[in-house]
Antibody, heavy 120, light 108 residues
């Protein structure tokens, strides 16, 4: 079955960096556009970044543009999010999810998420 | 950018009630809308995609409708397991997703 497993979160000081990973299994990863979504404590869901199936196109929320970089390795069925110049407001649980490029169906489940805490 | 507005923000209901949540888009998104259920401490779970298609394994008491800018999620008979927060998500825009602010369904 579809499985997404996020990792790489942790405690980091303001201005620091982290690299998140999302390991995918149970579906043809290379057929899916992938996104990162985050949820600050007690808040709603916020889309963060998007990458096309072949990495040709990427997009970012204004709140992270210029600081975060999304990438993927289809050979490793993995999605990444490089986060630089981290701020307190980046504190959140980060999830990955996908959208099939042809049928535009969604991955039915997300991973458990990985918690990023930005604090001095 | 497309904005998604859900109403109400909180809904109090009893087991067995029919519940309707509305999601409005700031511009037409055709039928590219999904609904998710999230319980405390858990990841969101996909319920509906393409506005009205029920995800495999989701109980048939959940249904979605609408197109263009106005969408609804209906729970025909609320069950104890359904008390949760529900989010709509548009995926009409290329390379961009937008979520509604969420609707918390509470026990009355």
């Amino acid at each position: 079955q579809v499985q997404l497993v996020e990792s790489g979160g942790g405690l980091v000081k303001p201005g620091g960096s982290l690299r998140l990973s999302c390991a995918a299994s149970g579906f043809t990863f290379s057929d899916y556009y992938m996104s990162w979504i985050r949820q600050a404590p007690g808040k709603g869901l916020e889309w963060v970044s998007y990458i096309s199936s072949s990495s040709s196109y990427t997009n970012y929320a204004d709140s992270v543009k210029g600081r975060f970089t999304i990438s993927r390795d289809n050979a490793k069925n993995s999605l990444y999010l490089q986060m630089n110049s981290l701020r307190a407001e980046d504190t959140a649980v980060y999830y990955c999810a996908g959208e099939m490029a042809t049928t535009r169906t969604m991955t039915p489940s997300w991973g458990q998420g990985t918690l990023v805490t930005v604090s001095s | 950018d497309i904005q998604m507005t859900q109403s109400p923000s909180t809904l109090s209901a009893s087991v067995g009630d029919r519940v309707t949540i509305t999601c409005r888009a700031s511009q037409s998104i055709s039928s590219w809308l999904a609904w998710y259920q999230q319980k405390p401490g858990k990841a969101p779970k996909l319920l509906i995609y393409k506005a009205s298609s029920l995800e495999s394994g989701v109980p048939s008491r959940f249904s979605g409708s609408g197109s263009g800018t106005e969408f609804t999620l209906t729970i025909s008979s609320l069950q104890p397991d359904d008390f949760a927060t529900y989010y709509c998500q548009q995926y009409n825009s290329y390379l961009t997703w937008t979520f509604g602010q969420g609707t918390k369904v509470e026990i009355k």
